[in-house]
């Protein structure tokens, strides 16, 4: 049996799952369980109605994992995320003495969902970073470390400001890649419309279908999927090529291209592979680049898009011939 058939049973799986409410969008779960077994974060950007909430909560149901949904609004405080101390009364310990208790916040589980994160505040917001770069929180002084593994997906209207506080660039770059989801097609809208035919939501009847002890060795099997050279010079290249850009003020980071090098690990792992093509790169760029992207004021007035400025790199830059050893 093929080595890597465990990571693309696994997709199958959830992508089967998540497909019976979420319908006609199969490259987009695809990157989203590439960045899943990446041990990436997910943040996903498009107009209301477009099924966000519903792809994560499809998502969120076909795993086994512990899981809490933070909506926020712009009165949620970073206590409210992250957990609180709370004073015990003596009669509560065997020593006869009073302490303060951490109650954990919704953070502390394996799968969390942040619902609009761009109506929290930034001091909202950056209770998020801590968890999301290190794994770990500290409330009160004290670092407590997250499970593990540890998702966070965050929904973001991308079209509404009012009542909404932009996330920062340092916040976004936690985020291993954006993804955008687009309108469904006629058929799938057709088909959409026939499941609704009912009091609940279908994404209430999906069970898991993995559990929560499959999940790391998994993810560590991605990280030893082989990268050619020829597709790491590529990879560099791609990312060069943002750098050199006049449209913007600042390309690709490293952490940019280490994101782009797992997520392309994992798309190989998902379609059964155990080497990464140059269209694996390809295909998983627009994700990593997208909300890492910062626009010059002149591109920006002239209303050109980061999505139109990825295009033309991923045009102008040829692919390599490539064979895998």
């Not at 058939?5 to 019976?20: L, V, Y």
């Not at 953070?107 to 209770?127: G, H, K, M, W, Y």
Request: aromatic share 6%.
């Amino acid at each position: 049996m093929n080595e890597l058939q465990p990571i693309a049973d696994f997709a199958r799986r959830i992508r089967k799952n998540i497909e019976t409410v979420f319908l006609g969008k199969t490259a987009v779960i695809d990157m989203l369980i590439a960045a899943f077994l990446a041990r990436g974060h997910v943040l996903l950007e498009d107009v209301p109605g477009t099924g966000k909430t519903i792809l994560a909560r499809a998502f969120a149901s076909s795993l086994d994992l512990n899981y809490a949904r933070i909506q926020c609004t712009p009165d949620l405080l970073p206590a409210d995320i992250l957990g609180v101390s709370v004073w015990r009364q003596a009669e509560e310990f065997d020593d006869r003495k009073g302490r303060f208790v951490y109650s954990p916040g919704p953070i502390v589980n394996q799968f969390i969902l942040v619902d609009e994160i761009n109506r929290a505040t930034p001091r909202t917001q950056s209770a998020l970073l801590e968890a999301m770069a290190e794994t770990q929180i500290t409330v009160d002084g004290k670092r407590i470390p997250l499970p593990d593994p540890f998702f966070v997906m965050a929904t973001e209207n991308p079209i509404e400001y009012e009542g909404t506080f932009p996330l920062p660039e340092a916040q976004k770059d936690r985020f291993l890649i954006s993804l955008k989801i687009g309108y469904p097609d006629t058929a799938s809208e057709s088909q959409m419309l026939e499941n609704q035919r009912r009091l609940s939501h279908p994404v209430t009847d999906i069970k898991p279908a993995a559990s929560a002890h499959e999940v790391t060795p998994l993810q560590e099997e991605v990280s030893r999927i082989h990268v050619e050279k020829t597709v790491k010079d590529y990879l560099l290249m791609l990312v060069n090529a943002t750098r050199e850009n006049h449209q913007l003020q600042t390309g690709i980071s490293p952490r940019g291209s280490l994101a782009l090098y797992r997520c392309a690990q994992a798309l190989a792992g998902i379609r059964n592979r155990n080497y990464v093509t140059p269209e694996d790169v390809k295909e998983m760029a627009a994700g990593v680049f997208r909300q890492r992207l910062l626009l010059t004021s002149e591109a920006i007035v002239r209303g050109i898009s980061a999505d139109r400025i990825i295009a033309s790199i991923l045009d102008s830059v040829l692919i390599p011939e490539y064979r895998s050893s």
